[in-house]
């Protein structure tokens, strides 16, 4: 493996997954025949899911013919965990501007970090719903009411519903990670003959 600090060996495209702490730096080799690092100014601008105010915005730097973007540890620090959408940006002199490209990315927490949970969203919420179902058989209420106030329980069959929904999620992100580390994914039919 090339060392990733060096500039050279870093990615041509942008990152799909960023650990939040990391430092993370990646090349656009293909803006400088029609946009030259000289002339223009290509801006990396992201934003989580939901909106909110925090927003990443890099400016691109001279590296040879390249646009090099590059995030420091200590501002990636920072990144809420979560999918941002991200887009980029070119800039005239004049202040002209306009999108070349737009994607999404995936932060993920740092296990370095006390507390850190790394389960996904499915994950989470899969765990939850086999929890409440395990203990079902106990509590057979589906609501009641106290001094006007009232509490509503899903049904088995609600819960039954949700947790084939977040299993069929959970089971598509490992799939999809077993496919980026090019490992078997479980997916094949192997016979004997």
Do not use: C
């Not at 909106?51 to 990636?76: M, P, R």
């Not at 329980?153 to 999809?176: C, T």
């Amino acid at each position: 493996m090339a060392n990733q600090f060096d500039p050279a060996n870093s990615p041509t495209t942008e990152p799909e997954q960023i650990v939040v702490g990391d430092f993370i730096q990646w090349r656009r080799i293909d803006l400088s025949t029609d946009y030259p690092n000289g002339t223009y100014t290509a801006t990396f601008v992201a934003r989580i899911t939901g909106g909110g105010s925090q927003e990443i915005k890099i400016v691109g730097s001279v590296f040879g013919t390249d646009y090099l973007f590059s995030i420091a540890s200590t501002a990636s620090a920072n990144f809420s965990s979560g999918l941002y959408y991200w887009q980029l940006e070119m800039s005239r002199a004049d202040g002209q501007r306009i999108i070349l490209d737009r994607g999404t990315f995936k932060t993920l927490v740092d296990l370095d970090i006390d507390g850190a949970d790394p389960r996904t969203h499915s994950e989470i919420m899969l765990d939850k719903i086999e929890t409440v179902l395990q203990g079902k058989a106990d509590a057979d209420v589906l609501s009641y009411s106290i001094n006007g106030r009232s509490l509503s329980k899903m049904p088995p069959s609600e819960l039954v519903e949700w947790r084939d929904y977040y299993k069929r999620e959970f089971l598509m992100e490992r799939r999809a990670e077993r496919i980026r580390r090019k490992t078997p994914t479980g997916a094949s039919i192997v016979a004997r003959f």
